[in-house]
């Protein structure tokens, strides 16, 4: 069925353009049309204003530029958003760490892993001592050979999920639930932790304006792109909220 955008169809030379920015999605076809079709919307809005529409990613730029802009952040802001989180300015801190990894693949069972990996999780809140001999016999990782053992971690080293559990959680302690990732689900004991030292704020107050600056950004973006897509008439697809997510330009303009 041909995916239609304001009564013109949505040709598979473009999806295929786009589908080299998607690779590593989990579904690279969908995020391509769902970026086109983005697109798309972009620039029949800004035919309707008006723009030129010869260069596409100006076009988009100007019409976001012009059209969802956001305030820039003041120095309260700033502070809140320092005070609201302590850890993520620290310097020098780090863990040690083990885990025991089911891993996810394309063929696994996954409810059947899941209680697997609970059922795993329950006797080791019960036996913590047996955490290696468990590692050595359930873990995917490599790991496994050494007990689970990952050694010493420091922030930016693991995926953000695991990283938040490893540096939230008391020392000597199994983490009492499953941790998720992209490569599965992990069983996670902190075996020692070393806080680190709070950044001042002066040092990076122009670091925390630009993330706000970027989180305001976004923000208004999708908010505008939602707003432009209740409007488009789009044919041949579910195009529901949770898609407006994607990238607008090839050189990865998010909303």
């Not at 885990?99 to 609970?118: D, E, G, R, S, Y």
């Not at 995926?159 to 599965?184: C, D, I, Q």
């Not at 505008?224 to 050189?251: C, N, P, T, W």
Request: charged residues 25%; hydrophobic residues 40%; contains cysteine.
């Amino acid at each position: 069925m041909p995916i239609i955008v304001n009564g013109v169809e949505l040709c598979d030379e473009e999806v295929e353009r786009e589908l080299a920015w998607h690779q590593d999605g989990d579904d690279p076809l969908r995020a391509a049309v769902t970026a086109r079709i983005l697109r798309r919307v972009f620039l029949d809005e800004a035919r309707r204003l008006g723009m030129d529409i010869h260069d596409e990613e100006r076009a988009v730029s100007r019409l976001l530029e012009e059209h969802a802009s956001s305030p820039e952040p003041d120095q309260a802001a700033c502070r809140r958003f320092y005070d609201a989180n302590p850890m993520r300015f620290m310097v020098g801190a780090c863990v040690e760490a083990d885990h025991i990894l089911f891993q996810i693949t394309p063929k696994v069972n996954l409810p059947a892993l899941h209680l697997k990996a609970q059922e795993i999780l329950e006797q080791l809140l019960q036996e913590p001592e047996r955490f290696a001999e468990y590692a050595r016999l359930y873990s995917n990782c490599p790991s496994a050979a050494m007990g689970g053992n990952l050694g010493q971690i420091t922030r930016g080293a693991m995926v953000p999920e695991f990283e938040r559990v490893v540096f939230s959680s008391e020392a000597g302690t199994v983490h009492p639930r499953l941790v998720e990732t992209r490569y599965g689900l992990h069983i996670v004991r902190v075996t020692r932790s070393v806080p680190g030292q709070p950044r001042p704020y002066q040092a990076v107050a122009d670091e925390i304006a630009c993330v706000l600056t970027a989180m305001g950004r976004d923000t208004a973006w999708r908010q505008y792109a939602k707003v432009l897509v209740a409007r488009a008439r789009i044919e041949g697809i579910d195009f529901s909220d949770e898609i407006v997510s994607e990238r607008l330009m090839d050189g990865g303009v998010p909303v």
